[in-house]
């Protein structure tokens, strides 16, 4: 029997490709091979889209762009081609493949925007389809939507980037609403890329113009003392495992880039230091929260439990969250049950479903 032929696609041009990287190693040194046939394509930093057939140790040292026989490719539109066209010599060659995995965090990969071109092509993907992508990517039209279905959050508002022409008005507006210590963020950001905490009317002038310069929307965000908390939910709605619920004690002020990614020195809990009542709600309102906003395959719902009041407050939805072998994610995956192995096959299994993409 043919195996199924799996296209990873790694990098991007996004300030998170180098998270991308490490993910992307991960996944491709842990796909059954009795199973599955890979194929790679890696983005540069630029945007050049490369068939890359060599070794995953070159992608974790991003010299995977400079292997003698990386080619030209690009992921037809067209639904009768269902594949890669690889481009040799004035010479186009086409490799058919049966699924695509987007190993592509933040913009072009989590937005929506890789899922569009899939859709055209008529390929199956793995992850989420283009709305629960795009709403989930962008921190406004989620926090609407939460607070549209009652989902509880912090405090939070907003502002356009021309309405920074006017800074007084939106730090007056922001500290009457919010208070100091606030958070600044860019509404389609991850990682914690462009993400402060601000005390005083100085900072948040800083954090703006910070914030700005990843995107055009600026969320604002209550400061809540108290656990920070996730849960994994992994399936296709009705059908859904809610994780054991994990907790990041971080050493720096908040989880940031580098806490997470280069220094290494935060510690993940799991469960949870909260209780198990809390926990077991935590779960169901992350498969209730995943559900209305239509996330399919796999996400992590991130939260708060504020200190002295155990409210449980959501804060975002990561729709391909981090799968290096320090990310959550996998991690909480593994207390339910599933070896990294075994959880990369069942989010493939679900991407071949028919019902995993928008129509």
Same mark, same amino acid.
């Given at each position: 029997?043919?195996?199924?032929?799996?296209?990873?696609?790694?990098?991007?041009?996004? %300030?998170?490709?180098?998270?991308?990287?490490?993910?992307?190693?991960?996944?491709?040194?842990?796909?059954?091979?009795?199973?599955?046939? !890979?194929?790679?394509?890696?983005?540069?930093?630029?945007?050049?889209?490369?068939?890359?057939?060599?070794?995953?140790?070159?992608?974790?040292?991003?010299?995977?762009?400079?292997?003698?026989?990386? #080619?030209?490719?690009?992921?037809?539109?067209?639904?009768?081609?269902?594949?890669?066209?690889?481009? *040799?010599?004035?010479?186009?060659?086409?490799?058919?493949?049966?699924?695509?995995?987007? +190993?592509?965090?933040?913009?072009?990969?989590?937005?929506?925007?890789?899922? /569009?071109?899939?859709?055209?092509?008529?390929?199956?993907?793995? /992850?989420?389809?283009?709305?629960?992508?795009?709403?989930?990517?962008?921190?406004?039209?989620?926090?609407?939507? *939460?607070?549209?279905?009652?989902?509880?959050?912090?405090?939070?508002?907003?502002?356009?980037?021309?309405?920074?022409?006017?800074?007084?008005?939106?730090?007056?507006?922001?500290?009457?609403?919010?208070?100091?210590?606030?958070?600044?963020?860019?509404?389609?950001?991850?990682?914690? !890329? /462009?993400?402060?905490?601000?005390?005083?009317?100085?900072?948040? @002038? %800083?954090?703006?113009?910070?914030?700005?310069?990843?995107?055009?929307? +600026?969320?604002?965000?209550?400061?809540?003392?108290?656990?920070?908390?996730?849960?994994? #939910?992994?399936?296709?709605?009705?059908?859904?495992?809610?994780?054991? #619920?994990?907790?990041?004690?971080?050493?720096? $002020?908040?989880?940031?880039?580098?806490?997470?990614?280069?220094?290494?020195?935060?510690?993940?809990?799991?469960?949870?230091?909260?209780?198990?009542?809390?926990?077991? @709600?935590?779960?169901?309102?992350?498969?209730?929260?995943?559900?209305?906003? $239509?996330?399919?395959?796999?996400?992590?719902?991130?939260?708060?439990?504020?200190?002295?009041?155990?409210?449980?407050?959501?804060?975002?939805?990561?729709?391909?969250?981090? *799968?290096?072998?320090?990310?959550?994610?996998?991690?909480?995956?593994?207390?339910?049950?599933?070896?990294?192995?075994?959880?990369?096959? @069942?989010?493939?299994?679900?991407?071949?479903?028919?019902?995993?993409?928008?129509?």
């Amino acid at each position: 029997m043919a195996k199924t032929k799996v296209c990873v696609i790694f990098g991007g041009v996004s %300030s998170e490709h180098e998270v991308s990287l490490m993910s992307a190693k991960s996944i491709i040194d842990n796909i059954p091979t009795d199973k599955y046939d !890979v194929v790679k394509i890696g983005i540069t930093k630029k945007g050049r889209w490369l068939f890359f057939p060599g070794s995953s140790d070159d992608i974790i040292s991003d010299t995977w762009h400079e292997h003698p026989d990386c #080619v030209p490719c690009l992921i037809s539109p067209d639904k009768t081609t269902r594949g890669i066209l690889k481009l *040799f010599d004035n010479e186009i060659f086409i490799e058919k493949i049966d699924v695509v995995l987007p +190993v592509l965090h933040g913009k072009n990969g989590e937005d929506g925007t890789i899922q /569009g071109l899939l859709s055209l092509a008529d390929i199956p993907y793995c /992850g989420c389809g283009i709305f629960g992508s795009a709403a989930c990517m962008d921190k406004v039209y989620a926090n609407i939507i *939460f607070d549209h279905l009652g989902i509880q959050r912090c405090k939070w508002d907003y502002i356009h980037d021309y309405e920074a022409n006017n800074l007084d008005a939106v730090e007056k507006r922001m500290a009457e609403k919010l208070g100091y210590p606030m958070f600044v963020k860019p509404s389609r950001s991850g990682s914690s !890329v /462009g993400i402060s905490k601000v005390t005083n009317k100085d900072e948040l @002038r %800083s954090a703006i113009n910070l914030a700005l310069a990843h995107d055009d929307k +600026v969320v604002f965000e209550e400061f809540i003392q108290g656990h920070e908390v996730e849960c994994a #939910v992994l399936g296709n709605a009705p059908d859904l495992i809610a994780s054991e #619920v994990g907790e990041i004690g971080a050493t720096a $002020d908040f989880y940031d880039y580098d806490d997470k990614y280069k220094n290494g020195t935060s510690r993940t809990f799991i469960p949870a230091s909260v209780d198990k009542e809390i926990r077991d @709600r935590i779960r169901e309102i992350a498969k209730e929260a995943y559900t209305a906003i $239509d996330c399919r395959g796999l996400s992590r719902v991130d939260f708060f439990v504020e200190k002295g009041t155990n409210r449980i407050l959501i804060n975002e939805i990561n729709t391909l969250p981090g *799968f290096t072998t320090i990310s959550m994610y996998p991690k909480l995956m593994q207390s339910e049950g599933f070896t990294y192995s075994e959880l990369v096959d @069942r989010i493939i299994q679900l991407g071949l479903k028919k019902d995993t993409h928008d129509e």
